[in-house]
């Protein structure tokens, strides 16, 4: 269970949001929305502890996430708009490390290479492959983790139909096994209502 | 999950994204190599003067050729994501910054600790001289690499921030540099160098245990 509560975030003379509140559950999902520089990906960087804010705080089961970074830390797996990979790896090398920092002995990633189109180019350097790839490889990495909490910054971002598909099945499955997710998207999720709770930024100017 | 196998995890990443830029590996030590071939041309030839130049222009050129290959320590990381990914995971964020400087040293720190006892034949160094200087280096440099380290994960969200770094780390590195070619001349000299080795090993193990804090709680800065 993720909590915020009454966050504050003000960059230079702007307010982004203002004591905001608001709890995700087990098996749910967070759909954040907004204009442009509305803040999105900033409440997503505060949830994940990389941005702090003015005021609030965030809590995982019921424990702040300063103090329990750790644990915190092990739960969840970010997809950000930047997707962290080394571009002078290839896919593989690049899914090999993550799966040692996760204290992964097994070559798990490669299950997911054949659904994610990847594995005809899973031996080449990142730089080479497009952008929708790159998304592609960088998913490998949140799906291959056990993380209980997906934090995606527009994850449908210069990906195909078929990626879209495959991504909200992913998280359908994911919800299913009682996982949370937390996504910033300009449009909305195809998921049961009961699942969603949605949050729009930008109001406060 | 161990700190020890997070720690050789990322020195191994960080090595094999060194050895696909060999071009950002060669810089520095070139650096090294044009600075201290110019001296003599542009000042003197001459044996004594070369010997009594060495030691300073030695470690003096070793220590900015460091310095220029510091800028990139965190630069990428920041620019490319992998950074954010390694601040919010659940290992330990010092040991990881200090996994990633010693993988920066090994592949600018060492190669210039090598190359300087070849460029110190050139200034007619005695043996001494020579042994003093590698020792100071292998000693020293690891520790302008860490001190390094702080400037640089301040400056890693920053473009163009070479001088800045050099501004907030330079005063941090000058007593290395001073004990460091100080011993070099002493041995030339054919003085015991015991005074400024142990001086630098005790810079070293303080930057060893105090920087890598430091430069966590840095990169959390240059992130948020």
Redesign the interface.
Known sequence: MLTANKLTLWRGSLCLFENLTFQVNDGSVLLVQGPNGSGKTTLLRVLCGLSRPESGSVQWNNESIESSRSIFGAQIAYFGHITGLKVDLTVNQNLAFAARMLGQHNQRWENYLEPLSLSHCANLPVRYLSAGQQRRTALARVLMSDAKLWMMDEPFTNLDQAGREFIEGELTRHLNGDGLAVVVAHHGLDLPQERLTTVHLGGLH | ?TGG??FW?VIQ?EL??AF??LGDLVSPLMFYVLVTALFPLALSPKREVLQNLAPAVLWIAALLALLLSMNALFRTDV????M?????????LPLIMLAKTVAHWLVSGLPLVLLAPLLAVTYYLPAEGVRALCLTLLIGTPTLSLLGSIGAALTAGIRQSGALLALLVMPLMLPVLMYGARGTDLAAQGETISGPLYLLGAFMVLSLTLVPLASAAAIRVS??
């Open positions: 999950m196998s997070i995890a990443r094999q994204i696909q830029r620019e490319d994501g992998s954010e990914q390694l601040v919010i995971g659940p290992h330990s992130l948020d």
